[in-house]
């Protein structure tokens, strides 16, 4: 599977919340960093998708641009759905993966803090 295909089949398993399929695509011993902020493990991302998902109303990716790269994938995309308050969660990510064996390994993630903060918020 290329790397575009991966980025795809990834954000769409997060996005439904199956854990079966993220594990699939990820190695056991990924890191995600958001913001250059504390390195996560694949187990820990999984939480963290499920409490977005349990505050977060019709959460989706939407708007993915993204390109294969000879290491991974690079994707920007829109995060979407309806916060807690009523009030819209549209947020702007860019996404630089490397894969490795057909598998993510490493991601790093770049969001606007501020325009998360309702999302932050709201897993307080």
């Not at 913001?35 to 409490?51: E, H, I, Q, V, Y």
């Not at 009523?86 to 990510?93: E, S, T």
């Not at 993630?109 to 999302?119: F, I, K, N, P, R």
Request: hydrophobic content about 45%.
């Amino acid at each position: 599977m290329d790397h575009g295909e991966i980025a795809k089949q990834l954000f769409a398993a997060l996005a439904r919340q199956d854990d079966a399929a993220v594990r699939r695509l990820c190695a056991p011993d990924m890191r995600v960093r958001q913001n250059n902020g504390r390195p996560m493990s694949l187990d820990t991302l999984l939480r963290f998708n499920a409490a977005v998902g349990r505050v977060v109303k019709d959460f989706r990716y939407e708007d993915a641009v993204r390109s294969a790269t000879g290491t991974g994938f690079v994707e920007e995309h829109a995060v979407r759905g309806t916060l807690p308050d009523g009030k819209a969660l549209d947020l702007a990510v860019c996404v630089v993966a490397d894969v490795k064996d057909g598998r993510v390994t490493n991601v790093r993630e770049y969001l606007d803090s501020a325009a998360a903060a309702g999302l932050s918020a709201a897993l307080a």
